[in-house]
């Protein structure tokens, strides 16, 4: 789904936001607070950009994953990855021609993947890297036939299955946009809503970062 931006007026985030290649800088949350929802989200389309990283959420991260071997799924440009030093993976999707199509179709630019991101789906970069700890932020879960109403993607990640594999899993996401996930099932070992979590989205819902710990009901 596309949001629904009010363009008027605008201010271009571009020359704050992206370096001198076009890669997204790891900022603190105070700059973001001086932007609107509406220029984050036409930002975020115009780019292939869902989550904005700060200073204060790769801190949380690095805290959370304490030393532990860590990777990250649904990468997307590989800002945050990089930031953290672990490896990124995505499936690349985007990529695909005929997703690309689509994208086309609908008049909506595709994700730029980073060059540090490798073409690995979420279960088979688990079953690769063997990680403790697996970190991702806006990542689709999994479409289920027996739950149609929560939506997901067949190409998405089934979370249940790959925390099973795993010690840690670190989401950071929206309430509305990722309210459809199975993981909300199992509680969260910690959640948190906070003004350094900062997306593009345009719900009135928070943006939250959470963490689940294995084993899982």
């Not at 904005?52 to 959370?64: G, I, N, Q, S």
Request: a negative charge; hydrophobic letters at 40%.
């Amino acid at each position: 789904m596309i949001d629904v931006i009010d363009t008027r007026n605008l201010r271009d985030l571009a020359p704050d936001v992206l370096d001198t290649n076009g890669e997204l800088r790891i900022l603190p949350a105070s700059y973001w607070a001086g932007t609107t929802r509406n220029e984050r989200a036409a930002f975020g389309v115009r780019h292939g950009l869902y989550c904005f990283p700060t200073v204060e959420l790769v801190e949380w991260l690095k805290r959370a994953i304490d030393g532990r071997s860590a990777i990250e799924i649904g990468s997307g440009s590989g800002t945050l990855a990089k930031a953290l030093g672990i490896p990124a993976t995505d499936n690349r999707m985007q990529e695909w021609p005929e997703i690309r199509a689509i994208y086309a179709s609908t008049r909506q630019p595709v994700v730029r993947y980073g060059d540090n991101v490798e073409r690995m789906h979420a279960l088979e970069a688990v079953a690769h890297y063997q990680p403790d700890v697996v970190v991702a932020a806006w990542v689709t879960h999994v479409f289920e036939p027996h739950r149609p109403q929560a939506g997901g993607n067949v190409y998405g990640v089934d979370e249940i299955a790959m925390l099973r594999s795993i010690s840690t899993y670190l989401f950071v996401g929206n309430r509305n946009t990722h309210a459809g996930k199975a993981l909300w099932a199992q509680k969260p070992a910690e959640y948190i809503e906070a003004p350094w979590l900062v997306s593009r989205a345009m719900s009135d819902e928070p943006n939250f970062a959470a963490r689940w710990e294995a084993p899982i009901d």
